[in-house]
């Protein structure tokens, strides 16, 4: 009989109070970023200051918890050296990985920390054997989260032929565009989610209220979505919006109504897949979610691992819309 490995649970941290409450959550290992654009999530309020990400790598791994830093964004011209920074310093803090999207950002850390574990970001969109071997060979990564666009067949079948660690996305956004492609909040803002780090950044987000008291939602004044009294609004990101598309008069969700991933039900056939680590979303995140998220997701691997039924139902009230899906990996009818 086969005995399966347990996978690593992979967390989010988008402040050091989060990490903090994820690693007690149980947490294997939590991801996080510094303030600035080297991460995927740069938001005012959120991420480390240097001296924070250094003190909370000591604090995680006083219990047992890996620590990756994701630098996940594309370095524009001549910006590079704020990548290369980040890079020294997660190396310098001792992290137990990187989270990288960009070839030159994973070739400086190949060269200049030999001994950095490198993690191929979802941003660098890595979907076949060919790609990911590619990243492996020049580049030594060790790790690659998967996009989110396969089913877990092709996860098994790709497991078997690539030399790396596979890490799935589990629970949270459900990510709709190409990952490391979506250019829709650059298109209306002018800042980028894969080179800034920003999606929908709050200063171009701005609400309005009519005297029927219907409130519309703005990003840098092109409409977004709009909402009757009683509703609840969702943060306006251009692809969860509501628009009016040719000759509809109604408006409708043209790109994808919000949802969230969970892949509660699949657990036991991604653990028999072979996914090394499982991915939850969320470092914009309240503390209260992580705290929630994070210690469902332990027990719920753990039974799993028991030979247990799990029921994640309860974490519907946590996501986006009160809707679930499981995308791709079970059925590819979405396309």
């Not at 060979?137 to 596979?166: N, Y």
Request: charged share 20%; hydrophobic share 35%.
């Amino acid at each position: 009989m086969t005995t399966l490995k347990r996978p690593e649970l992979v967390c989010p941290a988008g402040t050091p109070a989060s990490l903090r409450i994820a690693v007690d959550a149980g947490a294997d290992s939590v991801y996080c970023g510094f303030q600035n654009a080297t991460n995927a999530r740069n938001f005012p309020g959120l991420n480390f200051t240097s001296d924070e990400m250094a003190e909370s790598i000591v604090y995680a791994h006083q219990h047992g918890t890996k620590v990756s830093i994701a630098l996940n964004t594309f370095p524009s011209a001549g910006k590079f050296p704020l990548w290369a920074d980040a890079v020294d310093l997660a190396h310098k803090y001792g992290a137990d990985a990187i989270i990288v999207a960009d070839m030159g950002v994973a070739r400086y850390a190949q060269k200049t920390h030999p001994g950095l574990r490198l993690h191929l970001s979802v941003q660098a969109g890595a979907p076949s054997v060919e790609s990911i071997r590619y990243y492996c060979e020049e580049f030594g990564v060790r790790r690659v989260v998967l996009p989110r666009i396969l089913t877990i067949p092709e996860i098994e079948s790709l497991k078997k032929e690539i030399p790396c660690e596979i890490e799935c996305f589990i629970f949270g956004n459900h990510g709709l565009m190409a990952e490391g492609r979506c250019s829709l909040t650059n298109y209306a803002t002018g800042l980028s989610t894969n080179m800034d780090g920003v999606c929908s950044p709050a200063n171009f987000v701005s609400y309005e209220e009519d005297d029927k008291h219907n409130l519309s939602t703005k990003l840098n004044n092109f409409t977004i979505d709009c909402f009757s009294c009683g509703q609840n609004p969702g943060y306006p990101t251009i692809c969860k919006g509501r628009y009016t598309v040719g000759h509809k008069s109604d408006a409708y969700y043209a790109f994808e109504e919000p949802v969230s991933l969970n892949l509660a039900s699949l657990l036991p056939s991604l653990i028999a897949a072979g996914v090394d680590a499982f991915k939850i979303e969320g470092r914009q995140r309240s503390k209260a979610y992580i705290q929630n998220v994070v210690s469902s997701w332990r027990g719920a691997i753990d039974a799993v691992m028991e030979g247990d039924v799990v029921n994640m139902d309860h974490l519907l009230s946590l996501t986006e819309g009160h809707k679930q899906t499981q995308g791709a990996y079970e059925t590819k009818r979405w396309r």
